[in-house]
């Protein structure tokens, strides 16, 4: 399995007026072309990893890495320029709620359309012909009718989509999804990952899914990396959920109510201090 | 046994649009029941609809035997008290938990109001020394019990509890789900409570109810739930999403 | 008082388990002014707002001389000296005591203006965006119809029918600038009265003029204040601006604006008779402009909460 993406020791510290609150502290991972799971809850620094991959880091924050590597191509040593070249064309990412990630004054088709000529040299119809082929390939249905509408005028399941869409239209190696489906029901969220699945075995991309959801990060993932305080307190294959060492992960696993188990308390998690150490 | 909540074909209408399609429930005293659905099913209308924060275009609700009218006496707020989905959001952001306790206390005129807001906070697990912070100071879980004990401060027999945990981590959410079992318990009290997830309506709740698009869908035990027996279409696929992602082919 | 003192007042100040009402609302007000105060310019408007209090304050120990009798025989229109440091005016009188004292007069008119057209803004606009319908309606078709005239302009009107002086120029622009505040108040009612905790309060059995009072009210009061002050310039100039029209102050009274007024006629031979009052009323405007401009920073709930 080739690798696409190599952090080692990533850092990410924000100056605030009490001192330096360190939200990632030391997170190593490596990705192939496979899908991984960023489990955390909040304040666990999971979205504050990603963002740091993808550069999105607010600019008072600092970010340190004995490695962050895409593909070979050291990120943190990237100028501002090439990031951003990367950014969209060869790395993608979709965030929580379409709502906020689209433009809300543009149509559809055509945030798609401007998305894939900032990339790459095609004339107009062609862009067109792909942006439909992509919001086909996102499994909406009309896709000539949606292309003309606006955010506002779709619902979150098919913003999400359209969304999607755009993030691949580039044909990106590697996706980061903050939290893809969390504002979408649950019914539509099964639709959206499968969408996202199906893209990203036909396609070969890398896929880093951030959620605080270990029930679904676990059915859908290949691998999962459990954070707790800025740091990895464990990772492993998303099948041996169950036979998960740390206490975290398990209390994690445990504390979340399930259909037919009876149990009345719920067990709560008991929070080591040694965790965060 | 009486009940202590219904609601006869309830119709709530926001400028055309039919919220509630004459939707009917009845809760007993001392009952958990829950309301599941999608976003736009109807569920946290028709709890703001019995909290009169939603208008009812017709249909009637009775709580403990005494039928409401369109506007609501004091005496029905110290009957009914609600728990909104928001923990950011149903905190005044320039009082201090002390004030935010106070005031229904204030409002009712109780004059132990020292001895209750004490009270109140140990219940929900606070303790005094959250008594004179700002919602600011406070992290989701807390704020959610301080919601918890406000509306606990004035005795209520009924609860509604809008979707109280959807904004809280996991962990977070099984102490508070706990916290609330443990007050329906000590307290007797009654539950509407609207979720989004099966599992937790099944967690809390003895019956419930699946609506989509402002109406009922079926009527169920918890028990009729866990065994899968379901009827509707709709209920079934409610049921397969909340077991996570699988993968096709 | 020794370092550690200090540092555990502070600590006192911003613990976050504050064990008494006081040290709760101590400490909110502490970090508000640590916000205020690492802005230079704002801290400088508050500076000058100080010092014009000062003067006001102590206007009879720190003026030399008196400011309505002058001496008509032998200073008449003197240049600024040693003697008389902004020079005197066509009566003889000394233009520094003049300005002194007419601190006074500014900060009479720009507190009673604010203590009157405030309250009424922030009343008028809560009732109007929480009750909405046709209360709201009216409130603000009342509104609109004070605004639809320049502000000058009506002050003008109302001190021409209740008639000239101090008094009643304040009256009529206080009455002139409280539409503004009604539109902030409402604009700032309409965003609050959905929210949750409105609700909550709502179901605890408020009633309405409770929960405006009470809820509401305390949420517009902030960017209520910011704007008081960033108007209090424009209060002083329109005040200034009937004096200088002498539909304000009466002579002798030393108010600035009808200090300028007198002095125009003769402003290219002996500039300090109008300069001295005009650079006062400068530097009183743009201490009040820097103030607002730092509580607004210091106070608007919008800026992160803390």
Redesign the interface.
């Known amino acids: 399995m080739s690798t696409l993406l190599e952090v080692d020791d990533l850092r990410v510290t924000f100056p605030t007026r009490t001192g330096r609150i360190e939200a990632v502290r030391g997170v190593s991972f490596s990705l192939g072309r496979e899908r991984l799971g960023i489990v955390g ?2 304040g666990s620094g999971k979205s504050q990893t990603g963002r740091a991959i993808m550069g999105l880091t607010p600019p008072q924050a600092e970010v340190t890495a004995s490695k962050l590597a895409f593909d070979g191509i050291d990120l943190l040593a990237a100028s501002p320029r090439d990031r951003r070249a990367l950014r969209g064309k060869r790395i993608a990412m979709i965030l929580q709620d379409p709502k906020y990630s689209l433009d809300p004054v543009m149509s559809i088709g055509r945030q798609i359309v401007e998305t894939l000529r900032t990339h790459e040299k095609v004339g107009k119809a062609e862009a067109r012909a792909r942006a439909l082929a992509m919001l086909e390939a996102v499994q909406i249905r009309d896709p000539a009718r949606v292309f003309d509408l606006h955010p506002h005028e779709v619902s ?1 399941g098919m913003g999400q989509r359209a969304m999607i869409a755009m993030m691949l239209i580039a044909g990106p190696e590697m996706m980061i999804a903050d939290e893809p489906t969390s504002a979408l ?6 639709d959206v ?2 969408i996202l ?1 199906r893209l990203v075995s036909e396609r070969g991309m890398g896929l880093i899914f951030i959620s ?5 990060v ?3 993932c290949d691998r999962v990396i459990v954070m707790y305080a800025g740091k990895v307190v464990e990772q492993l294959k998303a099948s041996e959920l169950g036979r998960a060492q740390h206490p975290y992960t398990r ?2 696993l445990n ?6 188990a009876d ?7 008991d ?1 080591k201090p040694e965790w965060a150490a | 046994m009486t009940a202590a909540l219904s609601v006869d074909r309830l119709e709530v209408v926001f400028d055309r649009f039919r919220a509630l399609k004459g939707v009917s429930i009845e809760v007993q005293s001392g009952e958990s029941f829950g309301l599941v659905g999608e976003s736009g099913s109807g569920k946290s209308t028709l709890l703001r609809a019995i909290a009169g924060l939603a208008p009812a275009a017709s249909g009637s609700i009775t709580v403990n035997g005494k039928k409401l009218g369109t506007r609501r006496d004091k005496a029905f707020y110290r009957e009914v008290q609600m728990v909104f989905q928001d923990p950011y959001g149903s905190l005044h952001p320039r009082q201090t938990v002390d004030r935010l306790l106070q005031e229904p206390l204030a409002i009712h005129g109780f004059a132990d109001g020292e001895k209750r807001i004490q009270r109140a906070l140990n219940e929900v697990g606070l303790g005094t020394g959250f008594r004179f912070r700002y919602s600011h100071q406070l992290s989701g879980g807390q704020r959610q019990r301080v919601a918890i004990a406000r509306a606990l401060i004035l005795e209520p027999s009924i609860l509604l509890l809008d979707e109280p945990t959807s904004a809280l981590d996991a962990s977070v959410q099984a102490e508070v789900l706990n916290l609330l079992e443990e007050i329906r318990r000590r307290r007797k009290l009654t539950f509407l409570m609207v979720s989004h997830d099966l599992a937790i309506i099944t967690h809390m709740c003895e019956r419930l109810m699946v609506m989509q698009n402002g109406e009922a869908v079926e009527h169920l035990t918890a028990g009729d739930l866990v065994e899968r027996r379901v009827s509707k279409d709709y209920t079934r696929n409610l049921l397969r999403a909340s077991e996570g992602f699988v993968r096709t082919a | 008082m020794s370092v550690e003192v200090i540092q555990s007042r502070r600590d006192w100040l911003l613990s976050e388990r504050p064990a008494s009402r006081m040290q709760a609302r101590l400490g909110r007000a502490y970090v508000a002014w640590r916000r205020f105060s690492a802005n230079r310019l704002a801290f400088l408007g508050l500076l000058i707002i100080i010092a014009l209090l000062v003067v006001a304050a102590f206007a009879d120990v720190l003026a030399p001389y008196s400011p309505t009798f002058g001496d008509l025989k032998g200073s008449r229109l003197l240049a600024p000296s040693a003697e008389h440091w902004f020079g005197t005016d066509d009566l003889g009188r000394d233009i520094l005591s003049r300005v002194i004292f007419g601190s006074r007069w500014t900060l009479y008119v720009v507190i009673l203006v604010a203590v009157i057209a405030a309250p009424i803004g922030l009343l008028v606009g809560t009732v109007a965006g929480y009750a909405g319908g046709w209360i709201d309606a009216i409130l603000m078709r009342i509104t609109d119809i004070f605004l639809a005239f320049p502000k000058l302009i009506l002050a003008l009107a109302f001190v021409a029918a209740l008639g000239p002086g101090i008094e009643n120029a304040v009256l009529a622009i206080a009455i002139t600038s409280w539409p503004p505040y009604a539109r902030i108040a409402r604009a700032e009612t309409l965003t609050v009265r959905n929210s949750d905790y409105i609700k909550a309060v709502q179901l605890m059995g408020a009633s309405p003029f409770r929960i405006v009072l009470r809820h509401i009210m305390p949420l517009c009061i902030s960017s209520l204040i910011v704007r008081v002050t960033l108007d209090m310039a424009g209060i002083i100039l329109t005040a200034a601006g009937l004096g200088f029209l002498g539909l304000g102050a009466q002579p002798p009274l030393p108010e600035w604006g009808a200090m300028i007024a007198s002095g125009r006629r003769f402003v290219l031979d002996q500039w300090w008779v109008a300069g001295a009052p005009g650079f006062a009323i400068l530097i009183v405007s743009l201490g009040f402009n820097l103030l607002g401009d730092g509580l607004r920073d210091a106070l608007d709930p919008r800026s992160g909460d803390q």
């Open positions: 809850e909040s979150g029901d649950v019914t539509v969220q099964l990952l499968g699945d605080h959801d270990l029930r679904l676990s059915s859908f209390g994690l504390c979340m109510p399930k259909i037919g149990r009345h308390p719920l067990p709560v998690l929070r």
